[in-house]
């Protein structure tokens, strides 16, 4: 078979897998949509009842049993986590998560941010015998939280309690698209101050140099994953590392190509070699900054 028809049938093949792997992202991201809107509302309705008094805390574990025992096909109604979409209303249709919105994406309209309800979910409210608030922009569902998972909110909205870190995860989470797992330790290794931490890290060669500088590099990186003992040679660290790359890279940013170890580099008439030789791409320290529209 001629070597060029092999190569137009490859990519032709390769157009294929495209399509597949894009109606896949669209299956996915329809589901996850779908999995808050549910939520949004489930929390809502169970916030106006704990609001108003006319349900309680014992009242939101009865719901819980009567999911469990009546539809124990419907999954994910826990009494922690009816609690969890109760928190996903109240913080996300706050007016201070919207202000913190509009300051750190100046660029977005208030379109952007909110979104009225599916149809089935309005005509849904419009027939229901509840007094029904009317939602003012602050209170209708914000468009960011489709960037990344449920689950992921819950743990967002669990363990951090500024509008300003909840904000920089979601963002975060989604340009990396990290699982539950990989956004946990990104929590618990505190990314966001890390990251987006004052100057006080910086040298002074580099303050004086560029005075307006955004935090460009971290002062530590944290490489508890290796499971090195507290003293260790640089032999083993290197070596755990490479055992580890996934989680390195994922340290370092997922913006990152690993290229050889001991690469050989020739500067004039010198030769040297770096332990580890990663690429990396050239928008990479765009988003190293406190202005969230890089990381958007």
Excluded at 137 to 145: A, D, E, W
Excluded at 195 to 205: T, V
Excluded at 267 to 290: E, H, I, N, Q, Y
Aim: glycine share 4%; hydrophobic share 35%; aromatic share 12%.
């Amino acid at each position: 078979m001629n070597k060029n028809i092999i190569i137009l049938q490859e990519q032709q093949f390769l157009d294929i897998i495209n399509i597949i792997q894009q109606h896949r992202s669209f299956a996915s991201k329809a589901v996850n949509e779908a999995m808050l809107f549910t939520a949004w509302q489930v929390g809502k309705y169970v916030s106006q009842k704990l609001k108003s008094e006319e349900w309680g805390s014992k009242v939101v574990k009865q719901l819980s049993e009567f999911i469990r025992s009546r539809y124990p096909d419907i999954k994910g109604f826990s009494r922690s986590n009816i609690y969890n979409m109760v928190m996903l209303y109240d913080e996300y249709s706050s007016d201070r998560f919207i202000s913190t919105m509009k300051t750190y994406l100046p660029h977005k309209s208030l379109q952007d941010f909110t979104t009225p309800l599916p149809d089935n979910l309005a005509k849904t409210n419009e027939q229901s015998t509840e007094p029904q608030t009317v939602q003012m922009p602050s209170g209708q569902f914000p468009n960011i939280l489709k960037l990344t998972s449920l689950s992921n909110h819950y743990e967002i909205l669990n363990r951090c309690h500024d509008n300003e870190e909840r904000l920089f995860y979601i963002l975060y989470a989604n340009k990396y698209q990290l699982t539950h797992q990989e956004l946990r330790r990104c929590v618990s290794n505190h990314t966001y101050t890390s990251l987006l931490g004052n100057n006080n890290n910086l040298s002074k060669g580099m303050l004086q140099t560029y005075p307006q500088s955004p935090v460009i590099f971290k002062d530590k990186l944290y490489l508890d994953f290796l499971g090195l003992p507290q003293k260790h040679s640089e032999t083993k660290l290197k070596n755990s590392i490479l055992e580890h790359m996934k989680q390195f890279i994922l340290e370092l940013g997922k913006d990152f190509l690993f290229v050889d170890q001991e690469y050989r580099l020739n500067v004039g008439a010198s030769t040297f070699k770096a332990d580890l030789l990663f690429f990396g791409s050239a928008d990479f320290p765009g988003w190293w900054s406190r202005d969230f529209r890089n990381i958007a």
